[in-house]
T-cell receptor, first 113, second 113 residues
Framework: GQQLNQSPQSMFIQEGEDVSMNCTSSSIFNTWLWYKQDPGEGPVLLIALYKAGELTSNGRLTAQFGITRKDSFLNISASIPSDVGIYFCAGQLIPSTGNQFYFGTGTSLTVIP | EAGVAQSPRYKIIEKRQSVAFWCNPISGHATLYWYQQILGQGPKLLIQFQNNGVVDDSQLPKDRFSAERLKGVDSTLKIQPAKLEDSAVYLC???????????FGPGTRLTVL
């Protein structure tokens, strides 16, 4: 299957700090998604990106679809304790059958009050 | 609106035993997905249904895994016989039309001893 590399693998930050994480692939994707997963729960969609270069915000979250179509970035501004969780990127390939998405390995975020 | 329901939430079995998971998608969602999430990894798609037909099962280990979605609503995923490496969280997701906007259930955590 496809490999999506997420970095960093884990982050420990102080409340109020900004966070940046990214996702890269050797393949070209036509859609990038960012999910957050809390312990014992399923992933929840945060942001969806559909065009190269697209920059989309959702509250304190901002994500960008890389120009090369091989990467995406997620930024969280002014982090708060409830931002704790694992963040996954997911991409849909070009070409694609069955609209299959590939998930990254996740970035674990810990926010220290 | 009720979310995706899954049961059981937890299951512990011995290797070579059989197990089945159940999923009830969001009402009206035509597309249903089963994912396997091994600890420390992102979800991996096992099978995708469109109504009661299989769209993609390329990553389903068909020698031991099977899934069905009779009547195009509820779905069951079965493992027979289970192996130690099947220990994981099994996530069900559904989507209305756009495949990008998948809503996940809480998952079933399977432990194979």
């Amino acid at each position: 299957g496809q490999q999506l590399n997420q970095s960093p693998q884990s982050m420990f930050i102080q409340e109020g700090e900004d966070v940046s994480m990214n996702c890269t692939s050797s393949s070209i994707f036509n859609t990038w998604l960012w999910y957050k997963q809390d312990p014992g729960e399923g992933p929840v969609l945060l942001i969806a990106l559909y065009k190269a270069g697209e920059l989309t915000s959702n509250g304190r979250l901002t994500a960008q679809f890389g120009i090369t179509r091989k990467d995406s970035f997620l930024n969280i501004s002014a982090s708060i304790p409830s931002d704790v969780g694992i963040y996954f990127c997911a991409g849909q390939l070009i070409p694609s059958t069955g609209n299959q998405f590939y998930f990254g390995t996740g970035t674990s975020l810990t926010v220290i009050p | 609106e009720a979310g995706v329901a899954q049961s059981p939430r937890y299951k512990i079995i011995e290797k070579r035993q059989s197990v089945a998971f159940w999923c009830n998608p969001i009402s009206g969602h035509a597309t249903l997905y089963w994912y396997q999430q091994i600890l420390g990894q992102g979800p991996k798609l096992l099978i995708q249904f469109q109504n009661n037909g299989v769209v993609d099962d390329s990553q389903l280990p068909k020698d031991r895994f099977s899934a069905e979605r009779l009547k195009g609503v509820d779905s069951t995923l079965k493992i027979q016989p289970a192996k130690l490496e099947d220990s994981a969280v099994y996530l069900c997701a559904s989507s209305l039309s756009r495949p990008n906007e998948q809503f996940f259930g809480p998952g079933t955590r399977l432990t194979v001893l």
